[in-house]
């Protein structure tokens, strides 16, 4: 069983920056890839950054610049640090590893003033 637990959410002005966390529980994290998914009201979830094992990265082209994805492996954790925050980017972040079926987190909600 794989549990993944989201933090960092909250309120902020546009420009400014928030850092979600998520700590995934299980021995699989080192060798999945990871992703942060956002859902914003009325809109499908989009996939926003994946990181390989190895550290490889994919983003959807409105982030990228000033997201940045990143793991550690050690602490089976994985981090969206975003920077430059427009009132768009407002969602639910959703954590998520694929694993024989999707897992998802419970989210944390990044509320963008402008």
């Known amino acids: 069983q794989v549990q993944l637990v989201e933090s960092g959410g909250g309120l902020v002005q546009a420009g400014g920056s928030l850092r979600l966390s998520c700590a995934a529980s299980?021995?699989?994290?080192?060798?999945?890839?990871m992703a942060w998914y956002r859902q914003a009201p009325g809109k499908q979830r989009e996939l926003v950054a994946s990181i390989s094992p190895s550290g490889s990265t994919t983003y959807v082209a409105s982030v990228k610049g000033r997201f940045t994805i990143s793991r550690d492996n050690a602490k089976n954790s994985v981090y969206l640090q975003m920077n430059s925050l427009k009132p768009d980017d407002t969602a639910v972040y959703y954590c998520?590893?694929?694993?024989?079926?999707?897992?998802w987190g419970a989210g944390t909600l990044v509320t963008v003033s402008s």
């Open positions: 299980g021995n699989i994290f080192s060798i999945r890839v």
């Open positions: 998520h590893v694929y694993y024989f079926m999707d897992y």
